[in-house]
C-alpha cells in the first residue's frame, strides 16, 4: 500500500506537470531522512552540460503571491500582508483552489520550528521542568529579536481582519494560526518574481510550487532564472542515484535559518555572532562617518570564528603590526577606540596607549558579556534537546558560543601583551629594558628588604603587593636615565 505522504507528493508532481509545470525525467520527490520532503537524482548525474542541466520549471500561472488575494481589500493593505492573506485565502477555499494540491504538500503548523512556534508556558511549572522550546534561545540576539517579528505579525493580522471585515469579506477563517502559518510559509520558502512582467517592473515575493521542495546547502552549484515570467532551475553538480538535489539559498548564518527557515546547520562555515551598537554620541557618530566614509547607527556587524568559509577579516592594529587577520571585523575596532578616546576626552587628556588599551578592554568586555549571556541559562536547559525545535536551538546558541570563546581568546592575548599579569611577567619587561640595569636595580632591592630575590618564596610570603611596589620604583628610574 503506497504511503500516504508520497501519494500526496506524486498527485502535487502530476498536478504541476499537468498545469505546465516541467519536471526532469531523471528527477523524483519522496520523503527526505526528517520527515519533510525533498528532491532526488533517479540516476547518475556525471556530467551536467555547461551552465547546468535543466531540472525544474515553474510556469507564470502557477506562481501564488499577493494578486491571489480577495480583490476587496488589495488597495487596503501593504504587500506583504497581501500575500499571506492570498495564501489563507486559497487554503481555505480547500479543494476548489487551483493551487489544492500544493498547499496539501506544504509544512503543517507542527512542523515548523521558527521561534515564533516555540512552546513557551509562562508558569513555574514549565520553568521548574524545563520543558519551553524558548528556553533555549535564553541570552542569545534572537532571544530579543523573534518576539517583535510576532508582535508586528499579530499587528498585521488584527488589521487585515479589520479591512475584510469593512469590505464584507467572511473572516472567521482568518485566524491568527493560519496567519502566522502563511506569513512563515512566505518568509521560509518565497522567492523573488520576474520583474520583467509587472507593470512597474517591481518585484515582489512569490511562491513557486515544486521549485520550493528542494532543501538548502550551501555552496551547491545551482543557478536560476526567469524566461517570460517562467522560473528555470538548473544544478552543476555532480550527484550520484539516489543523491539528494539540493538548492542554494546562498551563504546564511544560523540565526537568520533558525529565524526565517526554522533550521540550522551543524558546524556553518558560514556562522557569525552579530552584534549594533545603536545610537552613540554625536561627537563619536560624525568621527566614524569621517574614518570610515559613513556611519549608519543601525548597522549589523558580524563577528566570524576561526573557521568561517570566507576566512577572517583583515584589520590593522598600529600597536600590533604583527596582527593582519582577526574574527572581529575592523569597523568594530575603530568604534571602540573612538568611543573610548571620547569618554577619555570627557573626563582629562590620557595618553594615546592608555586610551587604546582600555578600548581593547572594553571590546573583550564586549565578547565575555555576550558570551555570558549565553551560558548562565545552561541550568535552566534539560541535559539534552527533546525535540527538533530545541535540538536546533542548541545548534545555534552552541555555535555562538563557540564564535565568542574563540575571539574573546584572541583579543584577550592582545591585551596580555601590554599588561603583566605576574611577577614573572615583570621579570622579563625589566630585562628587555636598559641591559637589565632595572631588573639588577629590583632584584638588589628585593634582597635587600625580603632577603630573597626568589619569587616563589615571595609569593609563600605573601608580600607580592610590596614586591610590585618595588618594581615600580625600578621601572621608573630605569625610564629616567
Not at 529565524?259 to 563619536?284: E, H, K, M, T, W
Request: proline residues 5%; glycine residues 6%.
Amino acid at each position: 500500500m503506497a504511503d500516504p505522504q508520497q501519494k500526496t507528493i506524486d498527485h502535487l508532481v502530476d498536478w504541476f506537470v499537468q498545469h505546465g509545470g516541467y519536471v526532469h525525467p531523471g528527477v523524483r520527490f519522496g520523503q527526505d531522512a526528517y520527515g519533510g520532503v525533498a528532491a532526488f537524482a533517479k540516476e547518475d548525474i556525471s556530467n551536467p552540460p555547461s551552465g547546468g542541466l535543466h531540472l525544474l520549471t515553474c510556469p507564470l500561472q502557477l506562481q501564488l503571491s499577493h494578486h491571489q488575494a480577495p480583490k476587496a481589500v488589495q488597495d487596503q493593505l501593504p504587500e506583504h500582508v497581501l500575500r499571506n492573506i492570498a495564501l489563507i485565502t486559497e487554503t481555505l477555499l480547500a479543494e476548489k483552489s487551483l493551487w489544492a494540491p500544493y498547499i496539501e504538500c506544504l509544512p503543517k503548523t507542527e512542523q515548523l520550528h521558527t521561534p515564533i512556534f516555540f512552546s513557551e508556558e509562562m508558569t513555574q511549572e514549565a520553568v521548574n521542568e524545563k520543558r519551553n522550546d524558548t528556553a533555549w534561545l535564553l541570552g542569545t540576539n534572537l532571544d530579543k529579536a523573534w518576539r517583535p517579528r510576532a508582535e508586528q505579525w499579530k499587528e498585521d493580522w488584527e488589521s487585515a481582519v479589520r479591512a475584510l471585515e469593512k469590505q464584507d469579506v467572511a473572516a472567521e477563517g482568518y485566524t491568527w494560526e493560519l496567519y502566522k502559518w502563511a506569513a512563515t510559509i512566505f518568509t521560509s520558502r518565497s522567492f523573488i518574481s520576474d520583474p520583467g512582467m509587472s507593470k512597474d517592473n517591481a518585484s515582489h515575493a512569490v511562491l513557486l510550487p515544486v521549485i520550493d521542495l528542494l532543501n538548502h546547502r550551501f555552496p551547491a552549484k545551482v543557478s536560476w532564472f526567469f524566461d517570460h515570467g517562467a522560473f528555470q532551475f538548473k544544478t552543476e553538480e555532480v550527484i550520484s542515484k539516489s543523491g539528494e538535489i539540493f538548492n542554494n539559498y546562498g551563504g546564511k548564518d544560523n540565526e537568520e535559518l533558525l529565524n526565517g527557515y526554522g533550521f540550522c546547520i551543524p558546524n556553518n562555515r558560514c556562522d557569525v555572532s552579530a552584534i549594533r551598537f545603536g545610537q552613540l554620541p554625536p561627537p563619536v557618530t560624525a568621527e566614524l562617518a569621517r574614518l570610515l566614509g559613513t556611519w549608519d547607527p543601525a548597522q549589523t556587524h558580524y563577528i566570524r570564528g576561526h573557521d568561517h568559509l570566507l576566512g577572517l577579516y583583515e584589520v590593522s592594529l598600529p600597536e600590533h603590526p604583527e596582527v593582519k587577520t582577526s574574527g572581529v571585523p575592523q569597523t568594530i575596532w575603530t568604534v571602540m577606540e573612538v568611543l573610548k578616546k571620547f569618554q577619555d576626552e570627557q573626563q582629562g587628556q590620557r595618553a594615546q596607549w592608555r586610551s587604546t588599551l582600555s578600548a581593547r578592554c572594553d571590546l573583550l568586555e564586549i565578547l565575555a558579556t555576550k558570551y555570558d549571556n549565553i551560558d548562565q541559562y545552561c541550568d535552566f536547559l534539560p541535559e539534552s534537546p527533546r525535540n527538533m525545535k530545541q535540538q536546533y536551538a542548541k545548534i545555534y546558541r552552541d555555535s555562538q558560543m563557540k564564535i565568542l570563546r574563540e575571539n574573546h581568546a584572541d583579543v584577550e592575548k592582545l591585551v596580555e601583551k601590554a599588561n603583566f599579569t605576574s611577577l614573572d611577567d615583570a621579570v622579563q619587561a625589566l630585562k628587555e629594558e636598559k641591559e637589565e640595569v632595572g631588573g639588577k636595580r629590583w632584584i638588589e632591592a628585593l634582597e635587600l628588604t625580603f632577603k630573597t630575590d626568589d619569587l616563589a618564596s615571595l609569593r609563600e610570603q605573601g608580600v607580592e603587593r610590596e614586591a610590585w611596589i618595588l618594581w615600580l620604583c625600578a621601572a621608573w628610574l630605569s625610564l629616567c636615565e
